[in-house]
């Protein structure tokens, strides 16, 4: 959300160095052995059936010990779980080393399929150990990890497979790297952390251990390793020109899943099948959104929505950012600058017009004994803890705090509760979402000398926290106040399975996998804390947001009964999409970045299965100008995620600010809001069939060769390509157009793709092309609105657009919008063959509260063969596109059919 400040009051503690644990693998003087000197594992025991198959692993020879202490005994798992996932499981023969808890990753079921079914074959070598994976339809090998030795040590594991010379690799995320991943060379660090800038070629916010490895004709398949473990992923070749994929961790175990696909979108879903399927949104979160650290007070707030309606720009959804909090107090307000009674007045206001409200929260809790939240946590031990018992401190905007432990049986009730009665719909802030921030975790005590206990408590100094400073002191820091940031103990009982290893060096791993902050406790809650299950933030550190993320959105659940909440979080984990939403961190207001967004998109809503994503539009950290912002603003519109949000520093950049902008913004939401039951639709067949609302070129042409690079156009759902401005301050674009039929969205005309670039000059500052794939039917509203409310009670209008044969298909979602479980539902299908229409489907959404159902009218496109006296009379015929346009009253509650 903002700009970490540089560590500040340093201090050096006396005795703070036997706290710190010294390393028990190898020191890097060793290491003149290198892991190409390790023997490898020899297979024995290998007993068959019918759906998989189990082995025991043994050290082949001498131990190596490069970045920690070799495993002699492993256990490997091959299950068939389907016809299409392969599970690969190598782990120690003692079960001691970390793997992640089921609570936080509920496992894929096991089907049990037979070997002879499986879509996937395995196959391995016995000495030294090494194993293959491939595709049995052609024969093509997947996976295979002969030619480098598995390492398995106490802090390192190194598994490499084979690829084909030039790969088409992608995913990996979080990353503001090309979508398709470079591969000589490239290192791919997973390792949560605060990220200003998102920086290229670093760790960001998040860890997805996934990737697609895309072979055109030859098919498609994804490999997801369930590690949470900071690691670096490699892409490069050999001295002798063989390429790889190199898996280096610093912990965990070896959890693979093969997914076989073999189309790109089969892939996607089976990656969902394996780590979840994403939440649900309410229509509302495809609305306009927008927010800026820096909004001073409700007044302010209250203003921007104003200006707003003045403008004519529609917005659905305010956010304030940790302005209006007390002192930087998570479920506090300002009474000056937010009291209650105006914030309630504001929320209502919001509220009656069909807008509505969101507000941030952080997870580091002042430490106060005068603050509720922290006592009411300190009674129920929700906190993490030093080994003397006493508070593990760091520091955050707050000042001094203290970081719930999401592990600690009593931090659902803790949070749940603070939530329900900050927010209460009755006598608190009656907001509808809540963005949950810093959650890496990211800690202002950046190494180990910082002191978190600032002897008068005062927040960040101004030039570090980029906000004025109240200068008012917070109490209950008592001066002589030390603590000891030792280990934290274990505080369950019970065995130590999948704990984790004993005697690691839990501040620094002998292996770097090259965390862009530093060490790996730089900067968040240190390492070597224990969870209270007796896990330890080494293995666990990629986690804590996921978790915080899950208990956030069971809390918004319980304030809310059967609706579905919106959780927007930064920091993530694979699945953490079932429970909340992501948006990509501390941009920049550069042109890069705008081009950034569309690359994060992909591979987020594709490959990763979180859909309702986006990054700030405009730019959080630096200035926006009002060329950029246009053309932003035209791109996000035709993302899935849709907020304009600024940094305290910043200069504003609300749509309004320029007049180059409002524009712009009028035009780009008005077709958002027109195709929100399009992309609302979308957004439905993912979470529920897991196919992606935002596609890759070559996830709908996978054997085109020109589409495997292209990463600056995608299509929105399967049928609007979107091939915006990319370059700095220009006109023109050069977009790629596959060998298919096309329609300019904007004039219907049709457009032949050649399988070749076209540029197109003189795009105006207010224009974005956008053009539908032929084959496809669009719904849409006749009108857009000033609110989503609105939306709903507008007609319908269909765009049919015909592909070469003179056929389309399409589809259409309806529900109420909001509620958790659905009764009434209509899932429509629409078909057309060369004048005759097919509307079928299951239909049960009557249309509430005024909301229509009604098609006013069909717009058929490329009809520029027939003449005006070949159609009826509802029907006119625009000469210069070729648009038929059919009006009419047909209502969606039953199925019919028609010659248009």
Not at 168 to 183: A, V
Not at 572 to 589: I, L, P, Q, V
């Amino acid at each position: 959300m903002r700009l970490q400040p540089i560590a500040f009051g340093l201090v050096a503690y006396a005795g703070l160095a036997s706290a710190i644990p010294t390393s028990s693998g190898p020191s890097p003087a060793r290491r003149s052995v290198s892991v190409g000197d390790c023997p490898g594992y020899q297979a024995s025991n290998v007993v068959h059936s019918d759906s998989g198959l189990t082995a025991d692993l043994t050290l082949a020879g001498n131990a190596c010990d490069v970045y920690g202490t070799d495993l002699k005994d492993l256990k490997l798992v091959v299950e068939h779980q389907s016809e299409d996932r392969l599970h690969v499981h190598i782990y120690d023969k003692d079960e001691q080393v970390y793997q992640v808890q089921e609570s936080l990753f509920e496992r894929p079921k096991n089907g049990k399929t037979s070997s002879d079914d499986a879509e996937l074959e395995f196959a391995l070598v016995e000495k030294p150990f090494s194993f293959k994976v491939t595709r049995k339809e052609n024969g093509e090998v997947l996976f295979d990890t002969s030619a480098a030795q598995l390492v398995f040590e106490s802090q390192y594991l190194r598994l490499r497979t084979s690829l084909p010379k030039n790969p088409n690799i992608y995913g990996f995320g979080e990353h503001s790297d090309p979508f398709r991943l470079p591969n000589v060379g490239y290192r791919r660090t997973l390792w949560n952390s605060e990220s200003p800038f998102i920086p290229h070629n670093s760790n960001l916010y998040g860890s997805h251990p996934v990737y697609f490895d895309h072979r055109g004709a030859k098919g498609t398949h994804g490999v997801f390793l369930l590690n949470a473990n900071g690691m670096a992923v490699k892409l490069d070749v050999t001295e002798s020109g063989d390429q790889y994929l190199e898996y280096n961790t610093i912990g965990g175990v070896l959890d693979l899943y093969f997914l076989a696909g073999k189309e790109p979108s089969q892939v996607s879903k089976q990656y969902a099948d394996t780590v979840g399927y994403s939440a649900m949104f309410p229509y509302w979160t495809f609305g306009n959104h927008q927010c800026k650290y820096g909004y001073w007070d409700v007044n302010m707030v209250a203003e921007v929505v104003g200006n707003y309606s003045a403008a004519g720009i529609p917005l659905e959804v305010m956010w304030t950012d940790i302005d209006y909090m007390n002192l930087r107090q998570d479920f506090t307000t300002d009474n000056l600058r937010f009291p209650i009674h105006k914030m309630r007045e504001m929320i209502d206001t919001l509220h009656a017009r069909g807008q509505r409200y969101v507000l941030i929260l952080d997870p580091g809790i002042q430490r106060n004994t005068s603050y509720d939240p922290y006592v009411k946590g300190h009674e129920m031990d929700v906190f993490f803890k030093n080994e003397d018992g006493s508070d593990y401190l760091g520091r955050q905007w707050a000042g001094t705090v203290v970081w719930p432990d999401w592990l600690a049986p009593n931090t659902s009730d803790w949070w749940a509760d603070q939530i329900a009665r900050t927010f209460s719909a009755e006598s608190g802030i009656d907001l509808d979402g809540i963005w949950v921030d810093m959650n890496e975790a990211s800690n202002f005590c950046g190494g180990l000398d910082c002191n978190p206990s600032d002897p008068d408590g005062n927040p960040p100094s101004p030039e570090h926290s980029a906000r004025p400073n109240t200068g008012r002191p917070i109490p209950g820091f008592p001066e002589d106040f030390q603590p000891d940031n030792g280990a934290l103990r274990a505080r369950q009982a019970g065995d130590d399975l999948h704990k984790g290893l004993p005697g690691r060096n839990l501040f620094r791993s002998v292996y770097d996998p090259v965390n862009h902050v530093g060490d790996l406790f730089s900067s968040t809650i240190w390492t070597n804390n224990t969870n209270y299950d007796g896990t330890v933030q080494f293995d666990t550190h990629n986690l804590h947001g996921h978790s915080m993320s899950r208990v956030t959105y069971d809390a918004m659940l319980s304030r809310r009964p059967g609706l579905r909440p919106m959780v927007l979080t930064r920091s993530t984990f694979a699945s953490t999409g079932r429970k909340a939403t992501h948006w990509f961190g501390d941009n920049e207001s550069s042109w890069e970045h705008y081009r950034v967004s569309i690359r994060q998109m992909l591979a987020w809503v594709a490959m990763h299965q979180m859909p309702m994503v986006g990054s700030d539009v405009c730019g959080f950290n630096g200035n926006a100008n009002e060329q950029m912002c246009a053309r932003w603003a035209l791109l996000g519109a035709f993302q899935p995620f849709f907020r304009n949000h600024a940094e305290y520093s910043s200069i504003p950049q609300e749509y309004y600010q320029w007049p180059l902008t409002t524009t712009a913004a009028k035009k780009a939401i008005d077709t958002r809001y027109k195709l929100i039951d399009y992309a609302y639709t979308a957004l439905y067949y993912q979470t529920t069939e897991g196919t992606p609302m935002v596609n890759p070129l070559f996830f709908i042409y996978p054997e085109d060769e020109n589409t495997f690079g292209i990463q600056h156009q995608w299509f929105y759902g399967d049928a609007l390509l979107i091939s915006p401005v990319t370059t700095d301050f220009s006109d023109a674009v050069t977009y790629y157009l596959p060998k298919d039929t096309f329609y300019n969205y904007w004039t219907g005309e049709r457009v032949d793709g050649k399988g070749a670039n076209v540029t197109e000059t003189g795009v105006s500052w207010t224009d974005i092309p956008v053009h539908i794939r032929g084959g496809t039917i669009i719904p849409q509203r006749a009108n857009s609105s000033n609110t989503t409310a609105q939306l709903r009670k507008e007609d319908f209008v269909f765009i049919v657009a015909p592909d070469a044969d003179g056929k389309a298909k399409g589809r259409l979602y309806l529900d109420e919008g909001e509620k958790l479980e659905q009764t009434q539902v209509s899932e429509i299908e629409m078909s057309y063959d060369n004048g005759n229409l097919t509307v079928g489907g299951t239909w049960g959404y009557p249309g509430l509260n005024g909301e229509s159902i009604t098609v006013k009218e069909w717009r058929v496109l490329g009809q520029g063969g027939i003449s005006s006296g070949d159609l009826g009379d509802a029907s006119t015929l625009d000469s210069a596109s070729g648009t038929v346009t059919v009006k009419g009253t047909w209502k969606l509650d039953e199925g019919f059919s028609a010659h248009i």
